[in-house]
Nanobody, 121 residues
């Protein structure tokens, strides 16, 4: 059974950086596509970053140029480096295999518990 386990969230300051990580089974990584989603209070979950293979990426406009998605094959993790944080980045962050384009709320696997990121101004 595929489990997605997110970690690394916390409290950040506007302009600062945080990194969140997603641990998944080796079978999940073999599919060669992973995504990061976020769900802000009062909003639907949305796909904001996609990693295809090892290096091809796509980002939502709201995070483009600030966030970087990457993979650590040795650790079977997918990471999201978040720079130049803004208060509007405050959300619960989830990883999953995308089931649609950027902006979709759908993932292909059961959702993990997510990790909270809170950005203060």
């Amino acid at each position: 059974q595929v489990q997605l386990v997110e970690s690394g969230g916390g409290l950040g300051q506007a302009g600062g950086s945080l990194t969140v990580s997603c641990a998944a089974s080796r079978d999940t990584f073999r599919l060669n596509v992973m995504g990061w989603y976020r769900q802000a209070p009062g909003h639907q979950r949305e796909l904001i970053a996609i990693l295809y293979g090892s290096s091809s990426t796509a980002y939502a406009e709201s995070v483009k140029g600030r966030f970087t998605i990457s993979k650590d094959n040795d650790k079977n993790t997918v990471n999201l480096q978040m720079n130049l944080l803004k208060p509007e980045d405050t959300a619960v962050y989830y990883c999953n295999i995308p089931a649609g384009p950027l902006g979709t709320s759908r993932g292909q696997r059961p959702w993990g518990q997510g990790t909270q990121v809170t950005v203060s101004s």
